[in-house]
């Protein structure tokens, strides 16, 4: 079946970029997600691309896709205590009526200071 | 006010009892989903649902029941609580096929 993948953790230095990296298996992937999860907190709709695109940018946030390698990546420039959260990498298939969402098991982002 | 609101946000309860938990919205969406969440292992569906008289299974529904009874309302049953239900349970809403889910803040619930 479908499979999400990402690292489990990531420490980065406040200021820095952080990268968090994401791979699926579905080659019928039509959008894919980026969500933010705090403590205490649901998930947090971030950002989401289409399959078509390369590229998308939102203020401090870049997606980038690479649908050849089934790659997806999340940027965050400047990072900030504020975006210490668990990110969670997910993929859909639009022409499926049963559209589950596919979920990876989410990176830990640990801002150093 | 949350769009998608559950109750209860955190519950204590024994092994046998009968639990529900309970998720509204104001979205305005058709489809309503529930997850549970474990350290480690992410999200699992246990079930979805795509208007009232549309409920499926998703790939832990064992041990849980669902009820829709409203487009804005899905409840979420245990008949008999077992410890190994322990987890961060969520309720979610979608807008259509190929649309992002929008989360509650979710239930934190203990089995003794």
């Known amino acids: 079946g479908e499979d999400v993948e990402q690292s489990l953790f990531l420490s980065v230095r406040e200021g820095d970029s952080s990268v968090i990296n994401c791979t699926y298996t579905d080659s019928s992937s039509t959008y894919l997600y980026w969500y933010k999860q705090e403590p205490g907190a649901g998930l947090q709709l971030l950002t989401y691309?289409?399959?078509?695109?390369d590229m998308k940018q939102d203020q401090r946030l870049t997606v980038l896709l690479n649908k050849k390698d089934k790659h997806l990546s999340l940027r965050i420039a400047d990072t900030q205590t504020g975006d210490s959260a668990i990110y969670f990498c997910?993929?859909?298939?639009?022409?499926?009526?049963?559209?589950?969402?596919?979920f990876g098991k989410g990176t830990r982002l640990h801002i150093l200071p | 006010d949350a769009d998608v609101t559950q109750t209860p946000r955190n519950r204590i309860t024994k092994t046998g009892k009968r639990i529900m938990l309970e998720c509204s919205q104001t979205k305005g969406h058709d489809r309503m989903y529930w997850y549970r969440q474990d350290p480690g292992l992410g999200l699992q569906l246990i079930y979805y649902s795509f208007d009232v008289k549309d409920i499926n299974k998703g790939e832990i529904s064992d041990g849980y029941s669902v009820s829709r009874q409203a487009q804005a309302k899905f409840s979420l049953s245990l008949e008999s609580a077992i410890p190994n239900q322990t987890a961060l349970y969520f309720c979610a809403t979608s807008g259509g096929v190929g649309q992002p889910q929008h989360f509650g803040d979710g239930t934190r619930l203990s089995i003794l």
């Open positions: 997910a993929e859909t298939e639009s022409w499926n009526r049963d559209d589950k969402i596919i």
């Open positions: 691309i289409f399959s078509n695109m």
